[in-house]
């Protein structure tokens, strides 16, 4: 069965550079979430979209932003990249309205240097 | 302070012992879903339970959700070399936002 994808796998960049990560969710999932793992850590709830509209915001910076396409892929794009941004960046998956099952990508490594 | 505590943080167990992990909030979830993660790899939907007081059994994993759906629990019976990895807990709250607890690693040896 298709999974949510994630590209690139890998990203190393510079400080102060800026990165684009993609996701393309499931598909018939409407639903797109975005979460970050740092090393050892939980992973942490950035945003989410719904037909292509912001759902909900969590614990991301000012200097992130997303957006859902009419594909239902969507994008995040981080600037100014600061060390403590490198982390795994997870693309999640869901049916609404049957949203409790959250389904997740291979996530993206970003390595900042 | 989490949301969702998990315990325990850690576990080392000898092959085909059992053992349970919990997870533990003050808070009323809508569902609690059990991953497991491989390192650098995303988490792996293991089960989704949304109702107070259900059982779900996936071969030898048992999932218990607490009748006032703040608690849950894994139950591995005769754990195995493969069963090896890191066990999250999430649960649902308004928004579709999962909240993480802290994650059990657990290592079977042989």
């Known amino acids: 069965a298709a999974g949510v994808i994630q590209s690139p796998r890998h990203l190393i960049k510079e400080k102060r550079e800026t990165a684009t990560l993609k996701c393309y969710p499931i598909?018939?999932?409407?639903?797109v979430y975005w979460y970050q793992q740092g090393p050892g850590q939980d992973p942490q709830f950035l945003i989410s979209?719904?037909?292509?509209?912001?759902?909900d915001k969590g614990s991301i910076p000012d200097r992130f932003s997303a957006q859902q396409f009419s594909d239902y892929h969507s994008e995040l794009n981080m600037s100014s990249l600061e060390l403590g941004d490198s982390a795994l960046y997870f693309c999640?998956?869901?049916?609404?309205?049957?949203?409790?099952?959250?389904?997740f990508g291979e996530g993206s490594w970003l390595t900042v240097v | 302070t989490q949301l969702l505590e998990q315990s325990p943080q850690f576990l080392s167990i000898q092959e085909g012992e059992n053992l349970t992990v919990y997870c533990n909030s003050s808070?009323?979830?809508?569902?609690l879903q059990w991953y497991r993660q491989e390192p650098g790899e995303g988490p792996v939907l293991l089960v989704t339970?949304?109702?107070?007081?259900e059982v779900k059994k996936l071969k030898r994993l048992t999932f218990q959700f607490g009748d006032a759906r703040k608690d849950s629990s894994l139950h591995i019976t005769a754990a195995q070399t493969g069963d090896t990895g890191l066990y999250l807990c999430?649960?649902?709250?308004?928004?579709?936002?999962?909240?993480f607890g802290g994650g059990t690693r657990l290592m079977v040896k042989p």
């Open positions: 979209f719904y037909e292509k509209m912001q759902s």
């Open positions: 598909p018939r999932h409407d639903t």
């Open positions: 808070s009323v979830f809508s569902s």
């Open positions: 339970v949304v109702t107070g007081g």
């Open positions: 999640a998956s869901s049916p609404r309205p049957a949203g409790n099952t959250i389904y």
């Open positions: 999430a649960g649902l709250r308004a928004g579709n936002m999962l909240t």
